[in-house]
Protein backbone atom coordinates (compact mmCIF):
# COMPACT_ATOMS: atom_id res chain seq x y z
CA UNK A 1 0.00 0.00 0.00
CA UNK A 2 1.72 3.20 -1.03
CA UNK A 3 1.32 6.08 1.84
CA UNK A 4 1.37 9.88 0.82
CA UNK A 5 4.76 11.61 2.17
CA UNK A 6 3.53 14.85 4.13
CA UNK A 7 4.67 17.80 2.99
CA UNK A 8 4.13 21.36 3.86
CA UNK A 9 3.76 22.29 -0.40
CA UNK A 10 0.25 22.19 -1.73
CA UNK A 11 -0.89 22.82 -5.46
CA UNK A 12 -3.65 25.19 -6.22
CA UNK A 13 -5.42 25.29 -9.46
CA UNK A 14 -6.88 27.84 -11.11
CA UNK A 15 -8.53 28.65 -14.34
CA UNK A 16 -8.02 31.73 -16.66
CA UNK A 17 -12.49 32.90 -16.19
CA UNK A 18 -11.35 33.23 -12.74
CA UNK A 19 -8.37 35.30 -12.78
CA UNK A 20 -10.09 38.40 -15.23
CA UNK A 21 -9.91 41.10 -12.51
CA UNK A 22 -6.51 39.59 -11.10
CA UNK A 23 -6.36 37.25 -8.38
CA UNK A 24 -6.14 40.09 -5.73
CA UNK A 25 -2.77 39.09 -4.16
CA UNK A 26 0.30 41.21 -3.53
CA UNK A 27 4.00 39.53 -3.93
CA UNK A 28 7.13 40.23 -1.84
CA UNK A 29 10.77 39.29 -1.48
CA UNK A 30 12.33 38.07 1.43
CA UNK A 31 16.29 37.67 1.21
CA UNK A 32 18.44 34.88 3.32
CA UNK A 33 22.20 35.13 2.93
CA UNK A 34 22.19 33.86 -0.83
CA UNK A 35 18.69 32.73 -1.46
CA UNK A 36 15.45 35.02 -2.65
CA UNK A 37 11.88 33.78 -1.73
CA UNK A 38 8.51 35.38 -3.06
CA UNK A 39 6.16 35.01 -0.68
CA UNK A 40 2.36 36.29 -0.79
CA UNK A 41 2.93 39.32 1.25
CA UNK A 42 -1.17 40.60 1.54
CA UNK A 43 -4.71 38.77 0.36
CA UNK A 44 -7.41 40.97 -1.00
CA UNK A 45 -10.75 40.01 1.08
CA UNK A 46 -13.46 38.77 -1.69
CA UNK A 47 -10.48 38.22 -3.87
CA UNK A 48 -10.26 35.09 -5.84
CA UNK A 49 -6.83 34.40 -3.86
CA UNK A 50 -9.23 34.55 -0.65
CA UNK A 51 -12.03 32.07 -2.30
CA UNK A 52 -8.94 29.71 -2.71
CA UNK A 53 -7.42 29.57 0.43
CA UNK A 54 -4.56 31.66 -0.40
CA UNK A 55 -2.99 32.90 2.58
CA UNK A 56 -0.49 35.92 4.14
CA UNK A 57 3.67 34.51 3.93
CA UNK A 58 3.07 31.52 1.77
CA UNK A 59 6.04 31.21 -0.20
CA UNK A 60 5.52 30.81 -4.63
CA UNK A 61 7.54 28.00 -5.27
CA UNK A 62 6.51 27.24 -8.52
CA UNK A 63 3.80 28.40 -11.40
CA UNK A 64 2.85 26.17 -13.99
CA UNK A 65 5.91 23.81 -13.02
CA UNK A 66 7.53 26.33 -13.31
CA UNK A 67 9.96 26.87 -10.45
CA UNK A 68 9.95 30.22 -8.50
CA UNK A 69 13.03 30.00 -6.79
CA UNK A 70 15.31 31.79 -8.50
CA UNK A 71 13.27 34.77 -9.69
CA UNK A 72 11.84 38.17 -7.80
CA UNK A 73 8.17 38.90 -7.64
CA UNK A 74 8.30 40.62 -10.76
CA UNK A 75 9.39 37.33 -12.09
CA UNK A 76 6.38 35.11 -10.63
CA UNK A 77 3.76 37.93 -11.70
CA UNK A 78 5.33 37.60 -15.40
CA UNK A 79 5.10 33.49 -14.89
CA UNK A 80 1.85 33.50 -13.99
CA UNK A 81 0.81 36.44 -16.25
CA UNK A 82 2.13 33.95 -19.10
CA UNK A 83 0.24 30.90 -18.02
CA UNK A 84 -3.51 33.15 -18.04
CA UNK A 85 -2.71 34.51 -21.61
CA UNK A 86 -1.82 30.78 -23.04
CA UNK A 87 -5.11 29.62 -21.49
CA UNK A 88 -3.24 27.04 -19.28
CA UNK A 89 -4.79 26.61 -15.39
CA UNK A 90 -2.60 27.74 -12.39
Known amino acids: ?8 ELVISISKDQVSKGLGLEL ?3 EFRTNRRV ?7 GSVAE ?3 IQKDWVVVAVNGQTAERTDAAGVA ?3 SRAVRAGEDL
Open 39 to 45: YVKSVAP
Open 78 to 80: ILV
Open 51 to 53: RLG
Open 28 to 30: AEV
Open 1 to 8: QKTATPSD
